[in-house]
């Protein structure tokens, strides 16, 4: 007997050898037959779904759940556009923690003022409090003198504005959150998430990097596992500082390290290790992501986070430890040195199912889409980006270029993995939001943003679940409504096939279920 058939339904397996489907069975959990082979079996529910749409659950394969969640709890000075507004946020924020206390203040973006706030102006305001003005790309902040006053004097500042890791040794100062903390920021954005009919994710970072809040921030995971609170899948990237020199035997081959070996693979299907994160440069955003041309109409050409060769070390270091990779590069010169890195790492120690990634791929040159076909890497792109920020991001990358903005057409034609994703809290994480705009490449101006870059709705789909599950190696148990699979799916308002384009954002989610519960009732299917 089955638990539960769902019936009457337009299911989108994602499957190519049955990619539709009109009933489905599961039984603990699992999917264990479509149409004719679960339609006569008894079932003790029977769920008619009155035509609504089924779709496997949307994989998110590039998160940010404790800045989502701490971002959430903090103040913000979202949407502010007038530096006084957004000093009167900061100073309120200050006056209600205690001297001398750090102050988180989130939402900023110096874009919608004209310039960067100033350590001046933030002292004016913070009434001796340590103010950590956070920029929404992640790959900056703000500080006063009370901060500026602790750090190294060989970290660089422009007049306050911290840029990469420059804003790391500020983090660095500050001690970490309790683990309760995180449990409770990410719970809150996990279940964000599933609103959005996002059943699993990747966890971008932890641990260290620009963005790790604790040294021991999985156990924060583990502390929801235990208690019951963990909602959905979560794979975790343990970001490339976190490695070590370990006294490993020679022919382990391995330079560096987590402890005890701990590598890609770790875990079970609800918590698990996944990718190495490697940051390479910063974000358009904040001007930070690494160009081979200057941005237009200004005179730099962003940055890389490190040295080359020891960005390139990190890279081959972490490929000799077992691990996948999930490295960081936005813009093409960070694109060049990670090719280079990760193609000097398979020619050391091939491994043909590495399955490395490349995060963001923000701008990629023509020249530079064969190579990753190559070396098989997959592209994880945030389309998302281009809907809220595609005006300023084409403007600053000027009419050339523009069109090379997280591709999506031109992996496809290459053969390349398109992997999407949100990067929350940067902008909308919806994946409904980030298909619609895969399909129409049009930003929220409605300004058209590389528009043979455009595909169709079945890709775009197909980057959030089956492409998905391949770059979080989860080809077996995700990504498509297969017997055998997790009973993890979405129900929708509507087909995103049948809709007009401009409608799929608007979409109804219904219902969210991972292993065959309702996400938002619990109720066991």
């Known amino acids: ?19 539709v489907a009109h009933d489905l069975g599961i039984w603990r959990g699992r999917i264990v037959g479509l149409d004719e082979a679960v339609t006569s079996l008894p079932a003790r529910e029977v769920i008619d779904l009155q035509g609504a749409t089924v779709l496997p659950g949307f994989i998110d394969s590039h998160v940010h759940l404790t800045w989502t969640g701490l971002k959430a709890s903090s103040a913000s000075v979202e949407p502010c556009l007038r530096a006084e507004d957004v000093l009167a946020v900061v100073e309120g924020a200050a006056l209600a923690k205690p001297a001398g206390a750090w102050v988180d203040v989130m939402g900023y973006d110096q874009r919608a003022l004209g310039r960067h706030l100033t350590a001046a102006e933030l002292d004016r305001v913070s009434h001796g409090r340590k103010v950590f003005l956070m920029h929404d790309s992640g790959h900056g902040a703000v500080v006063g003198s009370a901060v500026l006053d602790l750090l190294p004097a060989d970290v660089p500042h422009q007049d306050g504005f911290l840029a990469e890791s420059a804003m790391t040794a500020a983090r660095r100062l500050r001690l970490p959150y309790s683990q309760a903390e995180i449990a409770d920021a990410v719970e809150h954005a996990a279940r964000v998430c599933l609103s959005e009919g996002v059943t699993a994710v990747a966890e971008a970072g932890i641990g260290g990097g620009l963005l790790g809040n604790s040294p021991v921030e999985l156990g924060a995971y583990q502390l929801l596992r235990d208690q019951g609170r963990l909602p959905l899948r979560v794979q975790l990237m343990a970001a490339g500082d976190t490695l070590r020199a370990l006294a490993a035997h020679q022919d382990d081959g391995i330079p560096r390290a987590l402890d005890l070996g701990l590598r890609t693979g770790f875990g079970d299907e609800w918590l698990s290790l996944g990718a190495l994160k490697i940051y390479t440069d910063g974000g358009m955003m904040a001007r930070t992501a690494a160009l081979t041309e200057p941005y237009t109409g200004m005179d730099h050409t962003g940055e890389l986070q490190d040295d080359p060769d020891r960005l390139t070390d990190l890279i081959v270091d972490g490929h000799l430890a077992g691990w996948q990779l999930a490295v960081h590069a936005i813009g093409d010169r960070a694109a ?36 990753f076909a190559r ?115 979405v129900v929708l308002g509507d087909d995103p096939r049948q809709v007009d384009p401009s409608r799929i954002a608007g979409i109804e989610i219904v219902a969210t279920y991972v292993d065959g519960r309702e996400a938002t009732e619990g109720k066991k299917l």
């Open 375 to 489: 070396l098989g890497v997959s592209a994880v792109v945030q389309p998302a980006f281009l809907y809220s920020f595609g005006d300023d991001y084409a403007t600053v990358m000027g009419a050339e270029r523009a069109p090379w903005m997280y591709r999506g057409r031109g992996f496809l034609d290459h053969g390349v993995t398109l992997v999407g994703s949100s990067d929350r809290p940067v902008t909308d994480g919806a994946p409904l939001r980030a298909v619609q705009f895969m399909v129409e490449r049009a930003s929220a101006s409605g300004r058209p943003v590389g528009p043979d870059e455009a595909v169709t709705v079945e890709e775009a789909l197909r980057a959030y679940t089956v492409a998905g599950a391949h770059a979080c190696r989860w080809d077996d148990s995700a990504g498509s409504l297969t017997p055998g699979k997790r009973a993890d799916f």
């Open 1 to 19: 007997m089955l638990c539960t058939r769902l019936t009457n339904a337009r299911i989108l397996t994602m499957d190519p050898d049955h990619p």
């Open 336 to 371: 060049d040195l990670a090719l280079d890195g990760l193609e000097r790492a398979q020619r050391l120690r091939p491994r043909p199912d590495a399955r490395h990634r490349i995060e963001h791929a923000g701008l990629i040159r023509p020249d530079q889409l064969p190579r």
